[in-house]
């Protein structure tokens, strides 16, 4: 029988017939993988009270039957109670998780991917740091990490680099006026996506509402759902968005 200790995020969790909770985490050492948690929906439950959304843990599992492992123990290793307490950062937060939890293949193997999660989720626990932009940024780091990073400094097509008006996911990037195709690209969104991609993050965080940003978060976001080949729930349909 095989068994798993390993660091995770819990995903995504949903309720298994009456006392039970069915769970994705993505794991440091085995990627995605699937859990049941029995008994985890009693309120006595040491493993429910551990095992929600955005949590990460350190998870004792054992193979069941199939693909799937059953939960033995799992604790808290962050409390991320900044996040926990924000309802606009736990939204930041499911439309990082859901873009995981699409990845298409199970016991995938991904530390780098895994690191990044975490770094996301702390940026997000994180009180002088906004939120708002963090999962366009997370969907940019992505597709780096996939080896489709954006190409912004230039036409992704031809080259030329100014001036670059359009932006084409599918492409890879910016386009000049020639090659263009794809959604209009404005100026302070260009330069904004730059400062996301190219290390100025940290201070873009900390600026309300800088400009373009409307723009750079529904470009990335039809990226990595380019990217995925699926719409995100999430970025549809935010919780708690207007209707
Ligand atoms: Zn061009």
């Known amino acids: 029988m095989r068994e798993l200790a ?3 995020v819990v995903l995504r969790t949903w309720p298994e017939g009456e006392a039970d909770r069915t769970a994705t985490l993505f794991t440091r050492t ?3 993988v699937r859990v049941l948690a029995k008994g985890a929906r009693k309120p006595t439950s040491r493993l429910g009270a551990a095992l929600e959304p955005l949590a990460v843990v350190r998870v004792d599992l054992v193979q069941g039957r199939g693909e799937r492992y059953i939960v033995r123990h799992v604790a808290r290793v962050e409390h991320l109670a900044t996040l926990r307490a924000s309802y606009e950062r736990i939204a930041a937060g499911f439309a990082i998780v859901e873009a995981v939890d699409a990845t298409p293949a199970d016991h995938l193997a991904d530390e780098a991917r895994f690191a990044l999660l975490v770094r996301v989720l702390r940026a997000l626990d994180d009180s002088a740091l906004r939120p708002d932009l963090v999962p366009a940024a997370f969907y940019a780091r992505l597709l780096a990490l996939d080896g489709l990073a954006l ?6 097509n ?3 680099v100014e001036p670059l008006v359009a932006f084409d996911a599918a492409t ?3 386009l000049c ?3 263009r195709r794809g959604r209009p690209l404005s100026a302070p969104a260009l330069a904004l996506l730059r400062r996301i991609t190219g290390g100025d993050l940290a201070n873009v965080l900390r600026e309300e509402d800088p400009p373009g940003s409307a723009e750079a978060r529904a470009l990335l976001g039809g990226a990595i ?3 995925l080949g699926r719409r995100l729930r999430t970025l549809a349909d935010p919780p708690g968005a207007p209707r």
Request: aromatic fraction near 0%; glycine fraction near 16%.
């Open 6 to 8: 390993d660091e995770a």
């Open 30 to 32: 085995a990627g995605r």
């Open 151 to 156: 190409v912004l400094d230039a036409c992704v």
């Open 158 to 160: 031809c080259g030329r």
């Open 172 to 174: 890879g990037g910016a």
């Open 177 to 179: 006026p020639e090659c």
């Open 225 to 227: 759902e380019e990217h």
